[in-house]
């Protein structure tokens, strides 16, 4: 029975009028501290991230390595065009797609990265989360099957279970070389029927970036099918490939604008910008009606100052993206080795994203010992287990930071290890 539904305790309409709307029957009263919610949303997992976050209250150093965001402010350029903006007076509401001048501009930069791509296919959205909702929302309802490849950022495996879908997940593997696909298992899982395969590369946690052959594979299995794609590349730009190559291998490269793919971006890791709330999406044109309503009734637009600052990040942020990606190389390489040469640990160098997803002697219950790092250690790492049940044993480390603070960061896990170290000894 859904909890919003009236029960049997119900309050008898014979005991009011049925004329005034002020005495319309009254609600159920929910038990005491029990949700009135759907019973999809209340079955929602809540974040573990946030978990290990509140079990840090009241610790007065902790070195938090556990959100997925750097510890650098937005490039001054971009925050003066948005201060710029509101001195003009850019506050108001602005078309549901986004504004044309920055729908233009995305349309040069993707077209730049991936080939030409109209304006007409990019819709602008308050951020990739929203971009990730909208396009579930497009294309699933209830009852409609969904697969997603795990461990993953969690947002994509319970966005479609808000709208009544059921997410199946097909898990990346860990070996010597990382995480790697079994290609055959996902092709079998996009079974005939499936509506919609949700994949996230570069990907959130583990750094795992799928190839262009794996890519093409699954493109042609869908096309076969009739099954939609939503790839979340947000962390395109933050990809440690061969020189030269400035964007992991995106289905954008591989597939038209019309046909059934509809690729997710934000501004928040590229151009530093998370707080910004700015994103877009690209999709066929046919979609673009349908997804100005779905706007119109989710959020009615991106903040039209923040847009035009998007404008300037899109323009004239290729330097500070591409300095940004080298730091970020130089800081994963740093953390790597220094995790390396600790007991107990087996972390492997991905080739994206911003992200160690190494595995931790101890961590087979990940959630109970990022509690104790925080609170015994001051150092804030997210469980594996925050990502999905494929991700227990491992733990994330968001290296977008200061050279030097990793280090404090390393120097605190490792006096811990010891000390778990010492505690066996002694007994
Ligand atoms: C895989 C993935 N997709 C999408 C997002 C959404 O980011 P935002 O909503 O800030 O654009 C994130 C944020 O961490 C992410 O890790």
């Known amino acids: 029975m859904s909890a919003s539904s009236p029960s049997s305790a119900s309050v008898s309409s014979a005991s009011v009028s049925p004329d005034s709307p002020h005495n319309a029957p009254a609600a159920p009263a929910a038990p005491a501290g029990s949700s009135l919610a759907r019973d999809a949303v209340r079955a929602l997992r809540s974040s573990q991230i946030r978990e290990v976050a509140n079990a840090g209250f009241g610790v007065a150093d902790v070195l938090p390595f556990w959100f997925g965001e750097s510890d650098r402010t937005t490039p001054s350029f971009i925050r003066e065009a948005a201060a710029q903006a509101l001195t003009r007076g850019d506050t108001f ?51 409609d099957r969904v697969v997603a490849v795990t461990p993953l950022w969690p947002n994509l495996v319970e966005i479609p279970k ?11 593997g860990y070996g010597e070389r990382g995480w790697t696909l079994d290609l055959d298992a996902l092709l079998a899982a996009l079974a005939p029927g499936t509506r919609m395969l949700m994949i996230n590369s570069p990907n959130n946690p583990t750094g795992w970036v799928m190839t262009r052959d794996e890519q093409q594979a699954v493109l042609a299995h869908c096309r076969r099918h009739g099954i939609w794609i939503v790839a979340d590349e947000v962390y395109e730009r933050l990809y440690y490939g061969e020189a030269g190559e400035l964007a992991a291998p995106s289905f954008l490269d591989l597939a038209s604008r019309d046909e059934r793919l509809i690729c997710v971006n934000s501004f928040s890791k590229a151009w530093l910008m998370t707080g910004w709330r700015l994103g877009w999406m690209v999709a066929p044109r046919t979609l673009m009606d349908d997804l100005g309503k779905l706007v119109e009734y989710n959020t009615s637009c991106a903040p039209s100052f923040v847009q035009q600052a998007g404008i300037v990040a899109v323009e004239q942020g290729e330097a500070s993206t591409r300095a940004l990606v080298a730091d970020l190389r130089a800081s994963r390489d740093h953390l790597a080795a220094a995790l390396a040469r600790l007991p107990g640990v087996d972390v492997k160098v991905p080739h994206g994203a911003m992200y160690l997803f190494f595995r931790l002697a101890g ?10 790092l925080v609170r015994e250690a001051g150092l804030g790492l997210a469980p594996g287990s925050a990502f999905g049940p494929q991700g227990e044993g491992f733990v994330r480390w968001c290296y ?11 120097e605190r896990l490792a006096r811990y290890l010891e000390r778990g170290a010492d505690q066996q000894g002694a007994r």
């Open 162 to 172: 808000i709208l009544g879908a059921s997410v199946e997940t097909v898990s990346l």
């Open 93 to 143: 509401y602005t078309h549901n797609l986004g504004i044309a001048p920055l729908r233009e501009a995305l349309a040069r930069y993707v077209s730049a990265l991936h080939g030409p791509t109209s304006a007409d296919n990019i819709a602008v959205t308050s951020a990739g989360v929203n971009a990730l909702m909208l396009a579930a929302q497009l294309v699933v309802g209830a009852g």
């Open 400 to 410: 977008a930071c200061d050279p030097a603070r990793l280090d404090a960061g390393v």
């Open 363 to 372: 961590a087979e219950r990940s959630l109970d010992l990022c509690k104790s």
